[in-house]
């Protein structure tokens, strides 16, 4: 993937969109951290209302495959 490190073509290649992969690759280069989430509606829904409760930055999630990211101070 032209533009992407290892990183970013790893979580490309999972389903989350180019433009998001630069972002979380941004806020790792600033010592935060990235978490990927994956299985089912029920467990992606459990993960992010754990995250939710953690003080996550932010929480995104992408379809179709059952991915939530949080990307966290």
Known sequence: ?????AL??????IGI????VVKYETSIKAGKFVLVAHGTAEEVAKARDMLKTSGAEQIDSYQPSTEAVARVA
């Open 1 to 5: 993937m032209g533009g992407l490190s």
């Open 8 to 13: 970013g073509a790893g979580l490309y290649s």
């Open 17 to 20: 969109p180019k433009n998001s």
